[in-house]
């Protein structure tokens, strides 16, 4: 069986993050010489050498995915067979790297659009104080409990289904003091305020969601290649009109991350392979089958390995 190839989302940079691959091959200084060619400005100088700079959504969204293709690119050149992948999936954001992948957008548009949505979604979280909490261990119907007693509060959304014990809430910040007070009587014994600029993937992205698809109305967007996953369903979509309106649905609705892994394993699927910053997307897949074989590709040094397949 053939190969998924996953690529992860914000929370997955680090300062420097894709320069050890410009460092050791020519293909991916260029495609990071290309992203900052389309933004205007130097990415790497942003990712780089400015230290928590690359923490900044407007930042770390296109920091991210030009890593993930520039690794992609030397893979392909290495004879990783990027054609015949069983299916792609991204975790949010990545969403925009497995539709490059797929061919279903450019790579510049591809940039462009996840800077776009970087910075509508700090103008967001400014506009709106708000953040996530994982419930560590929780199930989902703890979570969905402890969102109806935050939403008292304000907004407070159900943001990541990622694996068993893996959930993530979103909200105003009232409204997840709320939920923390009251997740031991709910049985949730640890919560993690995450260190994030606002809360992603609930109605507090209202504003970034209507950004988005307006500048997502102007983007050519093909059917893609091979089978793409969308965290909006858990399921495949390959109608143009249906990804764009996913992709602005997105920012707003929760992850379906098990969901989708779950429908990789059903068709059959038992080896991933992860072009990124980190190693995150294979950590949480051991928690949802441990069978599963997850080939990261974070530095140069893990490159036998991946282009294998």
Not at 29 to 53: I, N
Not at 57 to 63: C, E, K, M, N, S
Not at 280 to 300: M, N, T, Y
Request: hydrophobic fraction near 45%.
């Amino acid at each position: 069986m053939a190969e998924a190839v996953l690529f992860p989302g914000q929370g997955a940079q680090a300062e420097g993050m894709g320069r050890d691959w410009c460092e050791a091959y020519p293909t991916a200084r260029a495609t990071w010489a290309e992203a900052s060619a389309v933004l205007g400005f130097s990415l790497e100088d942003a990712c780089w050498s400015r230290g928590e700079e690359v923490n900044r959504t407007d930042i770390a969204q296109p920091g991210i995915l030009v890593t993930s293709v520039a690794i992609l690119r030397v893979l392909e050149e290495r004879g990783f067979d990027s054609a015949h992948s069983a299916l792609t999936v991204g975790l949010s954001l990545g969403e925009y790297t497995a539709l490059w992948f797929a061919r279903s957008l450019e790579f510049a548009d591809a940039v462009r659009l996840v800077r776009l949505r970087g910075a509508a979604m700090q103008r967001a979280s400014e506009q709106t104080p708000s953040s996530m909490v994982s419930l560590m261990g929780a199930t989902e119907e703890q979570a969905q409990a402890l969102a109806a007693v935050g939403s008292q509060h304000g907004i407070c959304a159900v943001a990541n289904l990622n694996a068993p014990g893996q959930i993530i809430v979103s909200g105003e910040l009232k409204a997840l003091d709320a939920l923390e007070a009251a997740a031991k009587e709910h049985g949730v014994r640890r919560t993690r305020r995450l260190v994030v600029a606002g809360g992603f993937h609930s109605e507090c992205m209202r504003t970034a969601a209507d950004a988005l698809a307006r500048a997502l109305e102007d983007v050519a967007i093909r059917a893609p290649r091979i089978p793409f996953v969308t965290n909006v369903t858990g399921a495949e979509v390959s109608d143009p009109s249906a990804i764009r309106a996913h992709l602005s649905a997105q920012v707003c609705a929760p992850v379906l991350w098990e969901k989708s892994m779950r429908f990789a394993l059903a068709r059959g699927v038992r080896t991933f392979v992860e072009p990124g910053p980190g190693k995150v997307l294979a950590g949480i897949l051991s928690k949802i089958d441990e069978q599963a074989s997850v080939r990261s590709c974070a530095a140069p040094s893990d490159l036998a390995a991946a282009s294998a397949g």
